[in-house]
């Protein structure tokens, strides 16, 4: 049976490769629902590129067993709270081209690599982050971030590599954190993040920046600066986030 726009059921009678895990491709549809009735075996299922709006926790109760999803390019606005909690094998979560504008909640811990980017997002939930220590790869560039709260990437002991590039970075106190933590260089990421606000300092990179340009009033004698900060290079604006084509 061929999936259909109303997503309701799927009849999968391809033989499975015993040397291979369990493999499903429903990617390129006219799907606007998550699909039902799926193989509880299943380990890796993709659906890129349809059209599903919202995913609820029912739709993904009986598959236990995945350990990669792949929803990029739908058109998902929401993710009912704890949807994915169950999925307690997953280790990649595909999220990319939605329209989420915010992290979901309740993600599991077992989560490797997790890709949010090309939403909407606007900040990054402290609670829905922290309990992902089992995380390695954070994709969270071309969203609408404006700063990101103290501590949020403190919780994540084996994080190594995240992509933060084309946000709306707002350089003034608020991002302190960020700035000193890209700083430390502990991680393998892209530190050219480009300031938006306020707009004396926009389209500068925000590392050839000093604390006194981002937030005068935090300033003490001990606070070291980075020597690219004399630099008075800049870079042209991508406006790339939050301006994405959406594929119909």
Sequence with gaps: MCPTDEGLSIDVNAEEDPEEPPELSLSHNLLARFPRGLPPSLE?????????????????????????LDLEDNRIRAIQPGALQALSKLQVLTLKGNNLSSLPRNLPPSLIHLDLS????????LPSLSPLVNLQVLKINSNCLRSVPDRAFDRLPVLRSVDLTNNLWVCECDILYLYRWLLNGRLKMATDLVCTEPGHLAHRLLLNLSVMALCPR???????????????????????????????
Excluded: W
């Excluded at 090309?118 to 939930?125: F, K, P, Q, Y």
């Design 44 to 68: 890796s299922l993709l659906l890129q590129e349809n059209r599903i709006t919202y995913i609820t926790a029912g739709s993904l109760r009986q598959l236990g067993n995945l350990t990669h």
């Design 118 to 125: 090309a939403n909407c997002m606007s900040t990054l939930d």
């Design 218 to 248: 935090v300033l003490t004698p001990n606070e070291r600066t980075p020597q690219s900060h004399l630099s008075s290079a800049t870079v042209k604006p991508t406006n790339e986030a939050c301006l994405k084509t959406r594929r119909i």
